[in-house]
């Protein structure tokens, strides 16, 4: 491998030094989209198909609604 440039030699040490994002509400919507599907599949009696609209509030909220039906 050549030899690394020290500026570029720079970018990676910020990059790898910078604090990391915090992802935990993703993880917790992902646990709650989960436990949403199963719940479907055990109110409705088996596998389940979704619908979903989604928009932006003007407080900045952004709202996802979900319809879950019998799968055919």
């Given amino acids: ?8 030699a720079a970018v990676m ?4 030094e910078s604090p ?3 992802n935990s509400a993703y993880h ?5 989209a989960r436990e949403a599907f199963q ?4 109110e409705l009696g ?3 198909s979704v619908k979903t609209k989604a928009k932006r509030k003007r407080n ?9 039906e019998r799968a055919d």
């Fill in 1 to 8: 491998m050549a030899a690394v440039k020290p500026d570029m």
């Fill in 13 to 16: 040490k910020a990059v790898a």
């Fill in 20 to 22: 990391k994002r915090d």
């Fill in 28 to 32: 917790k919507a992902m646990a709650d």
């Fill in 39 to 42: 719940n479907a599949e055990a």
């Fill in 46 to 48: 088996g596998v389940v």
């Fill in 60 to 68: 900045g909220k952004y709202v996802v609604k979900w319809v879950f």
